[in-house]
């Protein structure tokens, strides 16, 4: 890994090179052979008895050795020829930047302009531009081929080498099939159950989808604020946590140059990169939510759409007579869109012009493909405030929203809370997927606990991981510094980190089909006493190696037999091992292990293996 | 807080002083005027309008600035007038150390001895000893009467003063009362729902009691091994780990130098210690477990009984039977206790003596009152091997032990997984509660993925806030260290904190009747800015004001209406004040928002904060 070690510092800088043990690969999708989808490939040690481990890879061609990585230029535009071999789009000269753009800047604070300038792209009347247009024309993309290779891993020939089948998960209803086919991808986008977010005027993006029978998605905030924090920072940022995992990013930039940082990132990032429009409307108007007008949001919607950004948050719901149920909360209004909205709404004693514009903004947003995330303005900022009328009433009004935006062609995910008791938890999802659709769920946390400031990656990641169980398609992350400051590059590795097993560990619940695979493959390494394929098939191999080597830093320890939990001459595992050997020699003088094995089946040894005993588990819950 | 200053060298340094903004106070209750209680106040800033919040207290006389600290005469011996003011037992000379009991460690290695020496007690023929024994005797003891006090917190007060009932949680059967009482403490223990790991040796314990109509416990793991560690530094261990919240402490210690290491932590914890006597006995016959025989055994139960060990991890449902059961798994056996007594099982193809010998084994622990913590030896150690035929056969037979140990007059607990996917946590907890006829279950994690070494305290953190919702009554942390190497004192401050946190989110969602206090207390002080109280009423005080500072280091920030997340001109939660200000305004204006409010009551404002609605959720799951 070169960690910002690039010697010509007139660039960024940016972390680049593979990760431990591992190489990209590329897959082929039958249905469209000039695309390449990448996956990262685990090589496991000599000797390890098993083929290597190709796993999702959202780190673009940053831990590609063969790519030379220079962010002035941005990475290559390879979508801009889908885009436009499927016609229906034109390329126009596109809005000039003011200088409010990027808050009224002095020369003497102006980030670097991004060197490169493109022509933007939208969409002609009368032709279909979305992927869910195309999907209910049933139209399959390329867009939706490559998602199909994406999820499916190259999992398929380890799935076909399994004895049995793995999953025997609790779904909840959804129906993660064996194997993605870009037909179902089609289904389920033309159905509302799933998203690809791709601005049309997005070339850079490698296509990944939202939706709850795909792998659960996480999503990293970045952004700089009006107290800290620079341009090259926040790149940096994007490409450290899509190395960790981070499946979308969001740039929650306020303050200035927010237009130029915002292209920086767009043009070096393979990721969706999501937007709350309203900060930088509010930045037009000095920061006074008062002053906001329709005009002025529509033409930075427009702005935003010609640079690239694949989903806005949209706070259309936080109606005028919604805003009074929050007067009696612990904590108010949480949400910055919100209680801008509501500000809004109280002074000019008006309905939200998000929500009276809602057809218009769905129209502009159609033109580029911008999907939808509709915010959730109201959402609890504590334990006391969950699941309140506030917070439902505009749930409801999303699920209204959500029927306008697919009537007018736009793809949407709806936006979940915030601080929410475990046992209110089920509650949300269930609410959310009956009055919405079903359209894809996007969650921050939720916080199951508002008592560890400083470990709210650990207090959202527990209710994550069961928000994900129970059908939420990408969970927002939470870094440790959450109510307390800004992220560094250590705590949105720890936050993407986290996520990373919020959304395995639910998509082992839900029994996604190939999701144990990764576990068993670094099970077999623990219990083999391969201590380096142990490190590299986890989700952080540097932290794991780290860890070990603080114990026993020996290279000679990694191949031994023991670890220092135990010593040498005292641990479990070996011990295992001799009752395996002895159970072995033992069974050949006693006519067989297998006999023996094979009675416990017939006493009902395997029953609780089996998923309708679980499920019924859970159902009794 | 002072960190191991203590500038004398001779004696082990150890850290004491209060927590930030804290004292330790103690309530005297009714029933037994001589008992202090301790508990710790978190002490508010003036002006925040509200009381100063006294939470549950841990962290023994280490955190009080009126004791003068030496571990080198250990804490004071309270607890002894109690035992002997009851009557039925005896002082004796007790066993005479030997080379072995220390490993037949040589001069030059040996740890330094305790220097006090304490007469063990025992129980005598025809007496009650154990608290089971009294509590359906119908006789309330003085520990019954300890923890009651200390479960209620001087949060009595408090929730008079609270407007409404908070607790609307799902428990699952389980049924907190509002206020615990004596009585209830004995009609818990009597029924062997709960359990107060007490030996009668441990004469400086502060009792404290495990069952699931309690607040939810968490244990940290301690221990030297043969690899590294030394005595000093576990004494220092245990007091950091109750300093953050650990309510029990487990010795692990494997190699040289075990007896000695004991004492000093004995001598000095508060907290109930529990051991897992097989690993001592196995230092004895030089780590070979073939040559480990139920002398050697019993003798090690002994050592320890007089020593003061409060609970002891027995694996006794490790039986010969269930080992092949074991072959096929992808990790075999994993526990080191379960992996000893089956490799002893198949070398000499007989029984476990721990399960022959078990009547002998309550005799001898009854006499002293130590808890059963009965072992799952066949713990699965890998998502494949969860809820397998070996993990349940083995519950199966703990729950025949439990009976047998509950004939006798012992107080039991039972151990349980391990690794295991969310879906299958539930079914875990269901049928522990059936076969054990609902003994305290203490469970490791779970675990919900394999994929994360070196962030195992948060796969597990996830699992142990579900079981601790679903019933468990302890949680055993895991540190980031799991699998890897010994946890250092960082480690074992984030596997406390961690735990703390399931265990909160767990009280919260079975609806304790004063967990949400804190929460409320906190999100309050976060809501008006006030950030010191925020820091203060967190887990991690230090932790989150240096998160604080990072970004917005200066004092002046601290009291400002703003945070670094959104800068200040741009603040969602100042934005929200003055929504409210505002709000109040208007409905001034227009007659009042006490009418509006009213009306949206009517209309079902409040029907997502029914307790009902919210079980409903869940029972559909």
Same mark, same amino acid.
């Given at each position: ?131 869910? =247009?195309? !999907? $209910?024309?049933?139209? @399959?993309?390329?867009?939706? *081929?490559?998602? #199909? &290779?994406? +999820? ?35 289904? =389920?986008? !033309? $159905?509302?159950?799933? @998203?690809?977010?791709?601005? *049309?005027?997005? #070339? &850079?993006? +490698? ?415």
């Amino acid at each position: 890994m070169n960690i910002r070690s690039n010697p010509d510092t007139t660039r960024p800088a940016v972390t680049t090179g593979a990760l431990p043990a591992s190489r990209k690969i590329f897959a082929t999708p039958e249905a469209a052979p000039d695309l390449r989808v990448p996956l990262r490939e685990i090589i496991l040690s000599e000797g390890a008895g098993e083929p290597n481990l190709p796993v999702y890879d959202t780190s673009g061609p940053y831990t590609d050795p063969a790519v030379t990585i220079d962010v002035n230029t941005g990475l290559p535009r390879n979508r801009l020829a889908w885009v436009k071999e499927r016609g229906g789009v034109e390329e126009y000269e596109g809005r000039v930047i003011k200088p409010e753009d990027n808050g009224n800047v002095g020369a003497a604070h102006a980030a670097k302009a991004f060197t490169a300038h493109h022509k933007p792209l939208r969409g002609l009347d009368g032709h279909k531009i979305t992927q869910l =247009e195309f !999907a $209910r024309a049933g139209i @399959i993309t390329k867009e939706m *081929i490559y998602v #199909a &290779e994406r +999820e499916n891993l190259g999992r398929k020939q380890q799935l076909e080498r399994a004895e049995a089948a793995l999953a025997d998960g609790e779904s909840f209803g959804a129906s993660v099939p064996a194997f993605i086919t870009p037909e179902f991808v089609r289904s =389920e986008i !033309a $159905r509302g159950r799933a @998203i690809i977010p791709s601005n *049309i005027n997005h #070339a &850079e993006l +490698e296509p990944m989808i939202i939706g709850r029978n795909f792998l659960t998605k996480i999503n990293a905030n970045i952004g700089n604020s009006a107290v800290t924090s620079s341009v090259e920072e926040e790149v940096d940022k994007m490409v450290w946590a899509i190395r960790w995992g981070a499946d979308t990013v969001m740039d929650l930039s306020t303050g200035r140059n927010i237009h130029t940082t915002r292209e920086w990132i767009l043009r070096n990032s393979p990721v969706p990169i999501g937007t709350v429009p309203i900060y930088q409307a509010l930045e037009k108007c000095n920061g006074d939510p008062v002053q906001l007008t329709w005009e002025l949001y529509k033409d930075t919607l427009i702005e935003q759409c010609e640079q690239g950004v694949d989903y806005f948050t949209i706070h259309a719901g936080v109606r005028l007579s919604y805003i009074h149920l929050t007067a009696n909360r612990v904590t108010g209004i949480v949400s910055r869109g919100g209680s801008i909205m509501a500000k809004w709404c109280l002074a000019h004693h008006k309905e939200s012009f998000l929500y009276t514009h809602f057809d218009e903004i769905c129209d502009i947003m159609r033109k580029y493909d911008v999907s939808f995330s509709l915010g959730d303005g109201l959402r609890p900022g504590s334990i006391a405030d969950a699941n309140d009328r506030a917070q439902f009433a505009e749930l409801e009004t999303l699920g209204e929203l959500t029927k306008i935006a697919w009537d007018k062609g736009c793809q949407v995910m709806i936006e979940g809370p915030g601080h929410v008791p475990m046992h209110k938890i089920k509650i949300n999802m269930d609410k959310q997927l009956q009055e919405c659709g079903e359209a894809p769920f996007y969650t921050l946390g939720p916080l199951t606990t508002d008592i560890a400031p400083g470990y709210d990656h650990i207090t959202s990641g527990i209710g994550a991981a069961m928000i994900g169980w129970f059908g939420c398609a990408m969970l927002c992350y939470v870094t440790p510094k959450e109510h307390l400051g800004l992220p560094d590059r250590n705590d949105v590795k720890t936050g993407v980190i986290t996520y990373k097993i919020a959304a395995h560990a639910a998509d082992l619940a839900k029994g996604h089909p190939a999701a144990q695979l990764r576990d068993d493959a670094l099970s077999r390494a623990r219990f083999d006493f391969r201590w380096e394929d142990q490190f590299n098939l986890g989700l952080d191999p540097d932290t794991a190696k780290n860890f070990h080597d603080e114990t026993l830093p020996k290279e000679a320890h990694k191949v031994a037999h023991f670890c220092s939990m135990c010593g040498p001459k005292f641990c479990s595992m070996k011990i295992t091992q001799d009752v395996r050997d002895y159970a072995a020699t033992l069974n050949d003088r006693e006519q067989g292990m297998a006999q023996m094995s094979a009675k416990f089946k017939e006493m009902g040894s395997d029953v609780y293996l089996d998923a309708e005993k679980v499920k019924e588990s859970n159902r009794v819950l």
